[in-house]
């Protein structure tokens, strides 16, 4: 044993004390004496022994009295205390342990023993000082790392977090003593919530680790990012001893990081995209693009007069204006994404105006786009996927309008007009620094041209996209001024020639342009969402028209007619709904067939399938329209209810050229095979009427049998037959 270690004896007992001396010495102890506790006292806060022995009974005061002082008022306040009675007494014993006793033990004494357990006392002390200050260290060393942990108790099936938690958290530890699981939960923001939990729960049942970054709401209320690991302890038996997880604030470093990439990749006074990140991003589309055939636009957005407003109102209100103008394009371009109900609610769509000025992108028109300032009073926009060049014209058109509100600053209303130059890839150019090129010379053309407007590149596509910016403004009213009508188009037995159906048409009369197609009208109005209104319109005047027949008695048994139901219409969620509304009579539906193309039913297919097994418990049919134009896979469209199919148009158009008449024949065979009707589509001559027929396809529609005639005409067409 060490002979550094000073002990303190405390009796009033003489012999006891020398007896003690004598022996402690002997195992190398310093031994320190005082017969009061006045002495002890002074001994102890003099010398600082490192272990007392301390009598129950003493002259001046109690043992106990000593200890108490001791633990409370010196430095003696850890040392261990061994108490030293006359007398086994309980009471006395738990008084000394209430004082802070360390050990105790009575007279008279056993001093082989005692050494013994002086030693053990003073081992004790040193391990319990060690791990109190290894725990200090490593309390310290997590504050600075800005590290907390927690550990799960696999017996106990308990939490326990560290010190630092309550840092991490900003909790005073007064406030609350222990942190719960579901207190920790508290603090985590609803979309990083589930994951948590999820993870945690994860790890103790299925001991599976974990490396997560979520946030944290601290009691301050502020945000902290936070990199949350946890793992399974193992022993070496590989039994599952206990679960551990760290925690580390990352909120700085991540703000660093952010800092870094919004130098690199933005433009400082706007936070918009600049040119080098806006060129590289496009250039990633655009090689994407070659393979997929897909249009996108390039808008090269301008101010008009920048250099006027910097002059009359100075640089700093130029810099403010910049910015509104970058707030303002980025409000008013918005992606169908981040209005989904558009697409698919048409109620919420009523409900939830757009505000004013803002363009939906819709993302049948758009899958994405990017917005940057290039510099100076440029702007870009970059739409990708896009259905025609027309999309971009109205999203030109509609910008310009959203900018043509005045700007406030500092108090003044500034009128600013833009003008904008666009560019459709790969028309006008495949790489980004080509298409830019070309944005900027439309751009040029359009300040020409008396500035606030928009130019193409190529000079037809802006007559044909003012053409059709002007029917998108009239479609508007079409509708209430009874523009729209239907037409039907027979369909005979191709075996014995006898009318057993009619496609319904849609026509436009143009009050001024007259009659428009709806192969011009349909995209757009399904581009601009417009579809959903005139599909309404249409389900009504089907109906109503098949009624009206019905009542008449002019339908037979086994007729059909058939309506072409739109992409966006089919899938807006509360289809199922208006077909319940409008075609509410099962006798009649029985009459009904949905046309849908291939490339509708296989968007979606779940959602679809449950819709059209819907659409067949009200009787009504289904007709795959187009087929041989897109997937041409009987095989995978088995699995919905599909009843007739029709063979594209272009298929029978060709039917001399002997290729064509290999893949109507190997479709008719499929078709026989899975039991569904074939109509041929565009029959436009009696070699091309008898093929079918000797081919033995069931029904035939086209030019040669009857072109699509108005309802009048079909109705005395019925009544002949
Ligand atoms: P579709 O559903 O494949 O309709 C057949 C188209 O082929 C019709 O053109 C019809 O007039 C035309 N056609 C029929 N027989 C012949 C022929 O022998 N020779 C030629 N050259 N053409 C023939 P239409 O009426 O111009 O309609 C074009 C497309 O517009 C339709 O193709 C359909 O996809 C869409 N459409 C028409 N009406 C509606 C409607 O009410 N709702 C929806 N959503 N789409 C419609
Ligand atoms: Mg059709
Ligand atoms: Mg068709």
Known sequence: ??????????????????????????????????????????????????????????????????????????????????????KEDYQSIENAFQAGATDFSSKPLNWNILVYRIQYMLRAHEINLSLISSEARLAKAQKVAKLANWEYNVVDKSFKWSETMYDLLDINPQKMETILLEDFFQRIPEPDLYTVQQAITNCIENNISFDLEHLLITGEGQHKIVSHLASVIKNELNDIVEYVGTLQDITERRCTEDQIRSLAYFDSLTGLMNRESFLTSIDAVLSGNEKYDLL?????????????????????????????????????????????????????????????????????????????????????????????????????????????????????????TFSIGIAISPYDGESMQVLLKNADTAMYSAKTNGKNTFRFYAHEMNARALYRLELETDLRSAIENNELHLVYQPQVCLQTGKLIGAEALMRWTHTTKGDISPTEFIPLAEATGQILVIGDWLFRQFNSNLQDWKQKNLIPEKFKLALNVSSLQFHQSNMMEKVEA?????????????????????????ANLEKLNALAKRNITLSIDDFGTGYSSLSYLNRFPVDTLKIDRSFISNLEDNGQIVIVNAILAMAKGMNIKVVAEGIESQWQYDFLKDAGCDIGQGYFISKPIRTDKFEKLLNDN
């Open 582 to 606: 409008v075609f509410s009579d099962s006798e009649l539906n029985k009459h009904i067939e949905f046309e849908l193309t291939e490339s509708v039913m296989m968007k979606n297919a779940a």
């Open 1 to 86: 044993m060490s002979d550094s270690y000073k002990i303190l004896i405390i009796d009033d007992d003489p012999t006891l004390r020398l007896i003690a001396e004598k022996k402690l010495q002997q195992y190398g102890y310093v031994v320190l004496t005082a017969a009061t506790g006045k002495e002890g006292i002074q001994v102890a806060i003099e010398k600082s022994p490192d272990i007392l022995l301390l009598d129950y009974e003493l002259p001046d005061m109690t043992g106990v009295e000593v200890c108490r002082y001791l633990r409370n008022h010196t430095l003696a306040i850890d040392k261990p205390i061994l108490f030293i009675a006359g």
């Open 296 to 416: 996108s636009a390039l808008l090269f957005i301008d101010l008009d007069d920048f250099k006027r407003v910097n002059d009359t109102l100075g640089h700093e209100l130029g810099d403010l204006l910049l910015c509104e103008i970058a707030d303002r394009l980025k409000q008013c371009v918005r992606t169908a994404e981040q209005d989904r109900e558009y697409q698919t609610d048409n109620h919420r769509m009523i409900k939830n105006p757009l505000p004013d000025g803002v363009v939906r992108l819709n993302s049948i028109d758009i899958q994405r786009f990017d917005l940057a300032r290039l510099g100076g009073d440029e702007f870009t926009i970059f739409l990708t996927d896009i259905p025609n060049e027309e999309v971009a014209a109205s999203v030109s058109k509609r910008l310009l309008k959203a900018l043509e509100k005045p700007f406030i600053l500092d108090g003044y209303e500034v009128y600013v």
